[in-house]
């Protein structure tokens, strides 16, 4: 059976989704797409694609550190764009957070997000390894 969670280090889900859902024993992590919004849910850098690909990563280490993870645990990642040519510059940006082996990745460019002034969303699954993974029932009796 599946298992969510939603970190309290980023902004609250404000739909019918989660930020991780967890499959199998727990080490495989699929992670909601993460767009630049900071932990109160404003968005961060309006339109600019390197400010917003920045954030996106921040938010998907932020999710991983929750659960015991690291950048280096992300195996695949989807990034859904509405500039292409615009992301296409951002490597530089994404060699910050990951180092080979990369995870392997899809780039779609899509009309429009849900929010204009949002260009980019990403998705991530990653594998973090049972020696450091924490499961969100551990965190929950951790704050609880």
Same mark, same amino acid.
């Given at each position: 059976?599946?298992?969510?969670?939603?970190?309290?280090?980023?902004?609250?889900?404000?739909?019918?989704?989660? !930020?991780?859902?967890?499959?199998?024993?727990?080490?495989? /992590?699929? =992670?909601? %797409? &993460?767009?630049? +919004?900071?932990?109160? %849910?404003?968005?961060?850098?309006?339109?600019?694609?390197?400010?917003?690909?920045?954030?996106? +990563? =921040?938010?998907?280490?932020?999710?991983?550190?929750? +659960? %015991?993870?690291? !950048?280096?645990?992300?195996?695949?990642?989807?990034?859904?764009?509405?500039?292409?040519?615009?992301? !296409? &510059?951002?490597?530089?940006?994404?060699?910050?957070?990951?180092?080979?082996?990369?995870? /392997?990745?899809?780039? /779609?460019?899509?009309?429009?997000?849900?929010?204009?002034? =949002? /260009?980019?969303?990403?998705?991530?699954?990653?594998?973090?390894?049972?020696?450091?993974?924490?499961?969100?029932?551990?965190?929950?009796? !951790?704050? %609880?």
């Amino acid at each position: 059976m599946a298992e969510s969670c939603n970190p309290e280090s980023l902004w609250a889900p404000f739909g019918a989704f989660s !930020m991780v859902v967890l499959q199998g024993a727990g080490q495989v /992590v699929h =992670l909601k %797409g &993460q767009v630049a +919004l900071d932990a109160s %849910g404003a968005t961060v850098g309006a339109g600019d694609m390197r400010v917003q690909v920045r954030q996106v +990563l =921040l938010n998907i280490e932020a999710v991983l550190a929750t +659960l %015991g993870g690291r !950048m280096s645990d992300v195996i695949s990642l989807t990034h859904y764009t509405t500039d292409i040519q615009a992301f !296409m &510059q951002t490597g530089d940006i994404r060699q910050e957070f990951f180092a080979a082996p990369y995870p /392997v990745t899809t780039t /779609v460019e899509v009309a429009a997000l849900y929010d204009p002034d =949002l /260009v980019i969303e990403i998705t991530a699954i990653a594998e973090i390894p049972q020696a450091r993974f924490i499961r969100p029932s551990q965190l929950q009796s !951790m704050h %609880g």
